[in-house]
């Protein structure tokens, strides 16, 4: 809807005023003071919750950096394919590409228990101002958020539509942290993990990786686990790098 007002306001009228190109960057960095600094470790711009033989690397991702991964995906402007952000496409009524999602990359390095589970689903990231949101999962009947659900909402009915909901969705099945992927003795693991974006008036969040399981009985069922805590402050560059100019 924003980008067919923009469009409205383009061709209306004689003049028209067009905003200046903004500078933005909207990152999330390792908080200075943890809540729960025994076992974490901050190294590179991560937190890592790392015990004998685990280690479990939480890294905030910018849209940069998620572009990177899907470069042919996102130089397509309007209709780029990166299922984690807006790719090249600025957004005429601010003069900058906003955030779709606020992203983390966990990496999980198991070297002496068993197995390890990190369940997607229960992940919980609060923020400063009370909010509680909960991460996506892939198909619709996931229970809080979905991927499918998120991309059904926007498609249109054309064939070009349908296409890039399916080339999406392929990007987001090979890069996200898949629920009941265990991670047995001498592996290691990488997904990425996905909530609403931000409001910038977010200061800091914590993110909760809940009940990741560190043991599990005969029967499969876990007998122990640990909340994984680390928490990141949110930080907002714009700064304007064209002036706006008028039409006569």
């Known amino acids: 809807m924003r980008f067919f ?10 003049s028209f005023f067009t905003p200046p190109s903004i500078l933005y960057n909207n990152d999330l960095i390792p908080s200075a003071q943890q809540a729960s600094p025994k076992d974490y470790v901050e190294e590179a711009g991560a937190i890592t919750y790392a015990v004998e033989g685990l280690r479990v690397k939480v890294e905030s991702m910018t849209d940069a950096e998620l ?6 995906d996102s130089h397509r402007g309007f209709f780029s394919t990166n299922p984690y952000t807006y790719g090249d496409w600025i957004d005429p009524l601010v003069g900058h590409t906003p955030k779709r999602f606020t992203v983390f990359r966990i990496s999980v390095t198991n070297d002496v228990y068993a197995k390890v589970m990190l369940d997607p689903i229960k992940a919980l990231l609060y923020t400063d101002r009370g909010e509680v949101l909960h991460s996506f999962g892939l198909p619709s009947f996931s229970p ?21 909901f399916d080339l999406r969705m392929g990007n987001v099945r090979s890069t996200a942290y898949i629920e009941d992927q265990k991670v047995f003795k001498g592996e290691n693991y990488t997904g990425l993990l996905a909530f609403e974006r931000l409001d910038e008036e977010v200061r800091q969040v914590r993110l909760v990786l809940k009940d990741f399981v560190l043991k599990f009985d005969a029967s499969e069922q876990p007998i122990e686990t640990v909340d994984i805590i680390v928490e990141f402050d949110q930080q907002i560059e714009r700064k304007a790098v064209q002036q706006a100019t008028a039409a006569p």
């Open 67 to 72: 572009n990177a991964i899907f470069p042919e």
């Open 5 to 14: 007002a923009a469009l409205l306001l383009v061709f209306s009228g004689c």
């Open 144 to 164: 809080h958020n979905s991927f499918e659900r998120y991309y059904r909402a926007i498609r249109g009915q054309s064939g070009n539509e349908f296409y890039r």
